[in-house]
């Protein structure tokens, strides 16, 4: 198949939506040959806020220490290749379609059909063992206990910190979450986890007692280093990154810490757009936050940042999502907000947005689409947040490129 051909028949894919089980993945990763090699080190991140900027930093330490590293990520913003690097560098679309082809042949007649997660993960771990990779980290899609990156063996657990988001999956409650992302623990291997809240800590400790595992809670910031992303919070995503790092027996040294974080990239976290790309007077900053928790860190991010500048906010979000949660956090740093819609199958109506705001709230504003809402920016700063999908859309506008999200 060509890679048109190809990356259509995967998006085909989402409409059997998202099934959570480890059959058919452990099933695909057998008879694609997936399965990472046994000299093969993997660290497995689950969590609902930081999974990706602790990825990130893991894989730029491990490469600047010298480490062939595979890392697989998800969603993407704008290109399907963002979630598959090797050694910093995503997957082209030769490798993509080749695998695509192969893969579509093997799975013609399954029943049930695996989905776009499911496929994509077989697609990774093929590539990373066909290019050798000596690490490898995978980020969990959702929740961790049937999620398909639990079907491969973890050498280090890592878990970000736990909150509410994705409940009609996962569980209402966060116990239930917890107990769900948690269950990446494996058997005597070490876990490091971030601080969590008391009930969200204790399942931790319970999973990992039953597993014999190793549990280290790093409750403190990696001080002393300058890091590639911004915000505070950062600084312990990236204390958590260097204990799985450690863990796996990565040989670390000052210089290669050193260089690793303060290179350390991921788009749409608190990310700066160029002003000769966005042609726009005053600062551009795009952040993918969708849940209160991510929320208030960006709002304590951007204070920290723009002092008492408030935000120009342009505003989309997807169905199932903490809406009055999120504007809650993000309301204080705002001097007016624009209300757009995102693309995706499941994203809200800005008219029905705009039925989330309060008598007390700054000016509102609903377009039809994200361009027009640039069109009418103010001078004062903007954020683009709520959505992934929203900020991919963002990015695809700033570098005339075609944007295709994922449910996945």
Not at 245 to 274: C, M, Q, W
Not at 327 to 349: K, M, Y
Request: proline residues 5%.
């Amino acid at each position: 198949m060509t890679y048109s051909v190809a990356i259509d028949w995967l998006y085909s894919t989402q409409f059997f939506g998202v099934k959570l089980g480890l059959a058919n993945p452990k099933r695909m990763l057998r008879e694609y040959l997936a399965f990472p090699p046994h000299r093969t080190k993997i660290i497995h991140v689950a969590g609902t806020n930081g999974k990706g900027s602790t990825c990130a930093f893991i894989d730029s330490v491990a490469r600047a220490a010298g480490t062939r590293t595979g890392l697989f990520t998800s969603p993407h913003l704008v290109r399907y290749s963002e979630r598959i690097r090797v050694a910093g560098m995503e997957i082209t679309e030769d490798e993509i379609s080749r695998h695509l082809t192969a893969l579509r042949a093997l799975v013609a007649d399954w029943d049930p059909h695996p989905t776009f997660f499911e496929i994509s993960l077989a697609l990774a771990l093929r590539h990373f063992s066909e290019r050798n990779c000596e690490l490898v980290i995978l980020e969990t899609g959702m929740g961790g206990r049937l999620d398909a990156t639990t079907a491969v063996p973890a050498d280090v657990a890592v878990i970000t910190p736990i909150s509410l988001d994705h409940q009609q999956w996962l569980g209402e409650t966060l116990v239930e979450i917890a107990a769900e992302k948690a269950a990446i623990i494996c058997h005597k291997k070490p876990t490091f986890s971030a601080p969590q809240e008391p009930a969200a800590r204790t399942i931790v400790e319970q999973v990992a007692n039953e597993r014999c595992s190793t549990l280290e809670f790093i409750d403190k910031p990696l001080l002393g280093y300058s890091l590639g992303l911004s915000g505070e919070h950062q600084y312990n995503n990236a204390a958590l990154a260097m204990a799985a790092l450690h863990a796996a027996e990565i040989t670390l040294r000052y210089e290669t810490v050193k260089a690793g974080l303060g290179t350390t990239n991921s788009p749409g976290r608190f990310e700066h757009i160029d002003p000769n790309l966005s042609n726009m007077n005053s600062p551009l900053v795009l952040d993918i936050a969708h849940n209160p928790a991510a929320a208030k860190a960006l709002a304590a991010n951007w204070q920290r940042e723009f002092g008492d500048r408030k935000a120009n906010l342009i505003f989309g979000a997807v169905e199932s999502k903490d809406i009055a949660g999120i504007l809650d956090a993000l309301l204080p740093i705002v001097s007016q907000v624009h209300l757009v819609p995102v693309n995706s199958s499941r994203g809200i109506a800005p008219t029905d947005l705009e039925q989330q705001f309060s008598a007390d709230h700054p000016p509102v504003k609903v377009h039809e689409n994200l361009k027009d809402a640039f069109k009418v920016a103010t001078l004062a700063p903007t954020l683009v947040t709520g959505s992934a999908f929203l900020v991919g859309e963002a990015k695809a506008i700033f570098t005339a490129s075609d944007h295709r999200a994922s449910a996945q």
